[in-house]
Structure formats: C-alpha cells, structure tokens
C-alpha cells in the first residue's frame, strides 16, 4: 500500500521563515518532508516561490488563507496558489471577532464558505475549512458547528482538514472523526499534545503524548487522507529539532514499515 505525503505545516517554524524563508524551506527539505503548507508567504513573489520549491523538490501543496484575507481579495489568493503549484486553500483559523455567538450566525458562516468554496472549486483549487476546539463547542441547530458546517456545504465546495489534537481536547475521539468525514478528509493535522494543570494544551513531538498516533494514520490511510501535515503550535526544544524528531517517529512508525 503506498504511504501518504508528510508535509510540514510551516507555522511550526514561524520565528525562523520570518527571519530566513528560503533558508528555513532549504531545511524542511533536508529533514526529508515531501511538501509544505503554508501560513503567509514572507512577500516572495510567486514565480520566485515556485523556482524554490523545484529546485527543493517540495511541494507547495496548501496554504492556510485567512478569511480576512479571502474576503479582501480572494483572485490574489487563488493566482499565487496556482501559480506555485497549490491544490488546498484553508481557511485555518475564526478570529474573535468573526467567530459566530448564535446558530443563525454560524449558519451565515457555512452559506459565505460555501460561496468561497464554490468560487475556488471552479478555478481548480480545492478549498477546505481546518477546525480548532471552539467548533464543536459552537452550535448549529441541534448539531456542533463542526458537523453543522460540513452539513450544510457540499463537498464540492468545503473540505475537511481535520486537526486531530483539537478534536480529542473537544472531547471527541478522533478516529471516530476521521471514519465520519472519509473521502471528504484530504488532509490531516498529524499533532500530538498533553494538557497542563490549568488544563490547556501542550503541544508536543509526535509520540510523546496521548493521541493514538498509529489508530489514527491507519484511519486516515482507510479515509483516503493523501497529507498528512506535522505541526507543533507551541514547541518546548529549538523548533527545526522538534520538527527533526517528529520526522524521526515517522520514520520508525510508519514510512519504514
């Protein structure tokens, strides 16, 4: 059976692409991972972007794309990713003040992604919607706004990009999740946490936590998940190091098997 794509979320490394893009891309490369996704861009024009990437031979193959900015100008979103190559554009994050308070707000939500996702869709992209804990809190009629969502857009227009730490700190199990949104699920967040005594996530390197990291790469694998994308909010040794070691269980668990 063929494995999945590992990519790198490069928000994981967003102290060091500020300082060095190129450099920073130069090294996820080295590590091994087979694409990146994105979070901004360090004002490298597109062309220039592209040229990176081939010469690294990494693929550029989602971008998360804030609703801020899809809203100000969704054409200039949609023209960088096809020009470097880009499948996914998701939209990654509510901020506060966006963030839906009543079901008839989250229901005027679901109708504006569904618009957007329709627009990318017809311009060859692939448009997805990337959940925190904050979802499935929300509420949407008699279901969380998670499930809401994806009840009330169409896969042709919203996918799902599953974070699986968010999902088990909501309270969910994650493996549950996948098999729910199967073939609706091309990219997962493949992340692992513990919780402090405040009760708020640590976020950790793969396998030193309490998510199943094995049940849910095989639950992907049945899903159809094609990326899976290693990320670290909050890293606890030097970022490249954390990112290093996660590449590193991947390896041994799963890539080498």
Known sequence: MNKINIGLQLYTLRDLTA????????????????????????DIPAEQMKSLLDELGLKGFSSHVSLEAMRKDLQKEIDYLKTIGAAYMICPFLMPEDRPQSSEEWCKLFSELQEIGTEVSKQGLIFGYHNH???????????????????????????????????????????EYIHKYAGRLPLLHLKDFSTDEQGQMITLELGQG??????????????????????????????LESISNSYSWLKQNYLNK
């Open 19 to 42: 300082f060095d893009f190129e450099g920073t891309l130069r090294k996820v490369a080295e590590l091994g991972y087979q694409g990146v996704e994105f979070a901004g861009y360090g």
């Open 133 to 175: 804990d904050f979802e499935f809190i929300g509420q949407a009629g008699e279901h969380n706004a998670f499930d809401g969502m994806f009840m009330q857009t169409t896969p042709a227009a919203v996918q799902v990009e599953m974070d699986v730490c968010w999902v088990q700190f909501a309270g969910h199990h994650p493996i």
């Open 210 to 239: 309490s998510v199943n990291l094995p049940a849910v790469i095989e639950a992907s694998a049945k899903a159809g998940v094609q990326w899976l994308i290693v990320e670290q909010d909050v890293c606890q040794n030097p970022p």
